[in-house]
């Protein structure tokens, strides 16, 4: 309810609007909803409200700027004056998400995302979309829906104060699964129908062009003459809706001139608003903290590791790109510039120019940076309805290619967001093939993976496009060529291809020049070469294999990825050979010269010719980017943190750092604050533990970690050997999946096979105990921080039901909870001798949520739900005694308190004893990793910024300001 992309197609079912006494100052009658069954009195929606606010920050990111969020108040104000009396308090947020959407939670709580903002043309058409969620406000239309359905679910017939509302919110959370509330189509178009007469009725009121709206609307229903719309294409018949709209804003539109507030429209104004919106960055907010003992930069930081390096097309510039952010060098004299914070931005590019920047994200904002000014000339948000599987941005930044969510492919012009290009069902995967893709984004951890290989030529003329090999698994395409695909930007039309480029574009390959392409011919490495472009003339042969090619701007070269044993190297065009190969995965040549990441993460100038050293830079102090593990010690000493490529270990008290190391996953700290930690197998390397201690400034080399499915749990090996013999992979066979999970030191999955678990103590190597599986195995939760393991099984699996009927005191209760899908079995285990020392059914409502991680600690079953919610049983009673929104979070028995992280860079402390919330700590980074330390006297938090603080606990248990 209240989705931007609903509410006008709703009036396709609508009664025509009654006319509206032409000379009365009255908004339209309430008659739908002028009975509706309502539980909630206006302050207990309110209190749904808050409830729904904590509940959704979670999952999108509230610009937190009073200055920008004063202006949606303002259009809002606006219009609240001509609503009907509802007794509603309205709040406005400006939230960011990649959806042109707007949307209210009960008790007024209006949400505008950046993206709706930026693609608006003007503060009329911005406030026709507000006033319609508003209309949603003061009909109450989300109480009225509640309201059925805990009536329906609950079986409740009043509501209490706020603690009972968020009870019986949570219950309706535990079970909405278990019986069926439907809402017909013609309720839900009433609402809408109704929202839209309101609203619209408002906003004419208050003095703003409905007309403008109807091209707004037109613009994201993406509505073409005779051709429908959205809404058509799925429930057929034309398009009506937009009559509807017509008339009812002829209606409202002949208010007199008495009924309608003078407003003038401050064009400049609006559109230094929408850039200020569509170009601000960060948390927002301000630091609150209570109790802080300290705080200490971590020096020297380290670096995330470079994914994309590239020389500008004069070889002038350089640029170095990581997960949070892009660093500018200039290449003679060879030295940092400035850096551009951008978290998450897919691969950039420099234009043809070489003065500016291009890139996007995967919510597909498009930035162009100039380098001179070093500021952004232009930020776009392309408005792609369904998302995009994978998107490929222009060198110029001019066109967005997005292969989409319902198969389509389709090429956006930035600047405006019209489609110039579509098909549709461009490629449908065959089933398998989809959960392959599926099950290799999951493994990935939400990186980008490439489904197809989209290659522009250098002037951004051509795009074409191929499979197999770009592809994320090499399945589905086959040797079937004619999926190959090119289109001519300039002419704005598909080219047909020849028979050559058809097999290059099959295999791997790029543009060597706008009127070159170089690569693999299909599975014929030996036929490999150069051919002309549109003419397919073939230019050159020569052996050559490899996944992904790059052309640098200068020299007889070719990148090639990867390269024998080296994640790339560069093959010599002129020889025809392989020159060199380098140990980081990104660099980029010019002329004599390469580019290159460092094993330290410094950016290295090198010759061509001899792999000499020209000169190094530091960049500046920057994020983690994307940590692969981060620990505290137990006393608060130490601090360890790891990305892919390398790592760290470093006093907490000075900042200073102890250990440079190579990448390590997970780790913990033993008595006398030694580290071990599983460092992944590299090249000649042998998979390991780690041993480092930082009092000594010594590492030394632990066990020896031998098999591929073993993982370092805490103090625990916990390793799980199948009875299949392993089948091996040929290197040139892996995907890139694989590769990734290799070089991230990623488990083996072993998924259902049968076999033996084995649990090895990590600082002696003696395995201490093993269990045999026939069946399902459960799934392992191990918590360093509270030596908590816990074995989760689904009730219905074959396990459980083997475990259950064997414990007579098991059945019984089993028995009398009823046989439910969803259901956990949980058991309590030993870790140093694997004895289960509890079992519990945990009942989810049939499914109503899963359980994503869970530690015991004390008395507490701590559980992470897929509600977004952090669940507290008591362990003995087994019961949940308290529920709360958030994610990460640490739980002190001592002090009975648990810190929860409820939205990014904001923890809550909260009282054990009553469940009430007593502290907040806001950070302006986010956070990494938290824990109570020895004595549980001390939080300390670890933010992405590389900053560690220390809290008083004393100080956030009190409840003195």
Request: proline share 3%; aromatic share 12%; with cysteine.
């Amino acid at each position: 309810m209240g989705r931007l992309l609903t509410f006008v197609s709703f009036l396709f079912f609508c009664s025509a609007i009654p006319a509206l006494a032409q000379e009365e100052c009255r908004s339209p009658e309430v008659v739908f909803n002028a009975n509706a069954d309502n539980l909630f009195t206006l302050e207990q929606e309110q209190y749904l409200g808050e409830i729904l606010q904590e509940r959704s920050r979670r999952d999108f990111r509230v610009i937190d700027d009073p200055a920008l969020t004063a202006y949606i108040r303002r259009i809002g104000e606006r219009i609240e004056k001509h609503l009907p009396e509802s007794g509603i308090t309205f709040r406005y947020h400006v939230v960011d998400q990649p959806e042109a959407n707007a949307f209210i939670h009960a008790g007024g709580y209006v949400y505008v995302t950046r993206k709706l903002i930026a693609l608006a043309k003007s503060e009329d058409e911005l406030a026709w979309v507000i006033g319609h969620e508003m209309g949603h406000g003061v009909m109450r239309h989300h109480t009225v829906d509640y309201t059925k359905s805990f009536k329906k679910i609950l079986g409740i017939e009043k509501l209490g104060d706020r603690q009972d509302v968020f009870i019986k919110y949570n219950k309706y959370l535990d079970t909405f699964r278990t019986k069926r509330v439907s809402f017909k189509r013609k309720h839900q178009s009433r609402q809408q129908y109704e929202a839209d007469e309101i609203g619209l009725y408002a906003t004419i009121a208050a003095g703003y062009e409905g007309k403008e709206f109807l091209n707004f609307w037109k613009r994201l229903s993406e509505t073409e003459e005779g051709k429908g719309n959205w809404f058509t294409d799925i429930f057929g018949g034309q398009s009506v809706s937009e009559k509807r709209l017509e008339k009812m804003m002829k209606t409202f539109e002949g208010l007199p001139v008495t009924c309608k507030q003078q407003r003038s429209g401050d064009v400049a104004s609006f559109e230094q608003w929408q850039a200020d919106v569509v170009n601000y960055t960060g948390l927002g907010g301000k630091e609150e903290f209570h109790g802080l003992v300290s705080s200490s930069n971590l020096i020297p930081r380290l670096l995330p590791q470079v994914h994309t390096i590239k020389f500008s097309p004069n070889g002038k510039y350089i640029l170095a790109q990581d997960d949070s952010g892009i660093n500018v060098l200039k290449a003679q004299p060879f030295e940092f510039i400035f850096r551009i914070e951008a978290d998450d931005a897919l691969p950039a590019a420099f234009t043809e120019s070489s003065d500016k920047i291009v890139f996007t994200n995967a919510n597909h904002r498009v930035q162009k940076w100039d380098i001179l000014k070093q500021a952004a000339e232009s930020v776009h948000e392309v408005f792609v309805r369904v998302g995009c599987w994978e998107s490929k941005l222009s060198p110029d930044g001019k066109y967005l290619a997005c292969y989409n969510r319902k198969w389509a492919l389709r090429i956006y012009d930035v600047q405006s967001n019209k489609v110039i290009f579509e098909r549709l069902k461009f490629y449908v995967p065959g089933i398998a093939e989809y959960y392959l893709w599926l099950r290799a984004r999951n493994l990935a951890d939400g990186k980008p993976l490439k489904m197809f290989d989209m290659q522009y030529s250098p002037n951004s003329r051509f795009l074409i496009l191929g499979g197999r090999y770009g592809g994320t698994v090499r399945f589905g395409w086959g040797g079937d060529v004619s999926k190959t695909f090119g289109f001519d930007l300039q002419a704005k039309k598909e080219i047909k291809l020849h028979k050559n480029l058809k097999q290059l574009i099959y295999g791997a390959f790029t543009f060597e020049s706008n009127d070159r392409v170089v690569g693999v011919y299909g599975d014929k490495e030996e036929k490999s070469g150069v051919f002309e472009f549109p003419s397919g003339k073939r230019l050159d042969t020569f052996y050559l294999n490899g996944r992904q090619f790059s052309r640098p701007h200068k020299g007889d070269f070719l990148i090639v990825k990867p390269v024998n044993n080296a994640p790339v190297g560069v093959y010599d065009l002129k020889n025809k050979r392989f020159h060199l190969a380098n140990k980081t995965p990104a660099m980029d040549i010019y002329g004599d010269k390469f580019v290159a990441e460092r094993k330290t993460g410094e950016i290295g100038l090198y010759y061509v010719a001899n792999g000499k050293v020209l000169s190094r830079v530091d960049v500046p102090d920057i994020k983690f980017g994307t940590l692969r593990s981060a620990t505290i010690s137990p006393d608060g000493k130490w601090v360890a943190a790891s990305v892919r490529s390398r790592g760290s270990l470093w006093n907490a008290d000075s900042g200073s750092r102890v250990f440079f190391i190579r990448g390590f996953r997970n780790g913990f700290f033993a008595e006398g604050g030694r580290m071990f930690t599983d460092f992944p197998k590299q090249k000649n390397m042998a998979r390991m533990v780690g041993i480092m201690d930082g009092a000594k400034a010594t590492i030394q080399q632990g066990y020896k970690i031998e098999s591929d499915s073993a993982r370092l749990y805490g103090r625990y090996i916990v390793n799980f050997v199948t009875d299949e013999k392993k089948k091996e992979v040929r290197d040139k066979d892996k995907t890139e999946v694989q590769r990734r999970r290799e070089e991230d030191g990623v488990l083996e999955d072993v998924g259902w096979r049968k076999g033996t678990l084995e649990f090895i103590d990590a600082v002696t190597g003696i395995v201490l105990w093993q269990k045999r599986f026939d069946d399902v195995r459960p799934r392992i939760e191990y918590s360093k921080e509270y030596d908590s393991l816990v074995f989760v099984y689904l009730i219905k699996s074959k396990t459980a039901k083997n475990i259950i009927n064997s414990d007579p005191v098991l059945k019984k209760k089993r028995e009398k909870l009823g046989d439910k899908d969803g259901d956990y079995l949980l058991q309590i285990v030993e870790p140093s001798s694997g004895a289960v020392k509890r079992n519990v059914f945990l009942e989810t409502g049939e499914g109503s949520f899963r359980v994503q991680d869970v530690y015991v600690s004390g008395d507490w079953l701590v559980i992470d739900d897929t509600n977004r919610r952090i669940l507290l049983y008591s362990k003995q009673a087994e019961r949940v005694r308290f529920r709360f929104f958030g994610y990460l979070n640490a739980l002190s028995t001592v002090n009975n308190l648990i810190v929860i992280e409820n939205e990014p860079g904001r923890l809550t402390a909260y009282d054990l004893n009553s469940g009430e919330s007593i502290k907040n700590l806001r950070f302006t980074k986010r956070i990494s990793y938290m824990r109570f330390l020895e004595g549980e006297q001390e939080l300390m938090v670890l933010t992405e910024d590389q900053t560690v603080y220390r809290f008083k606990v004393s100080e956030l248990a009190s409840r003195t300001p």
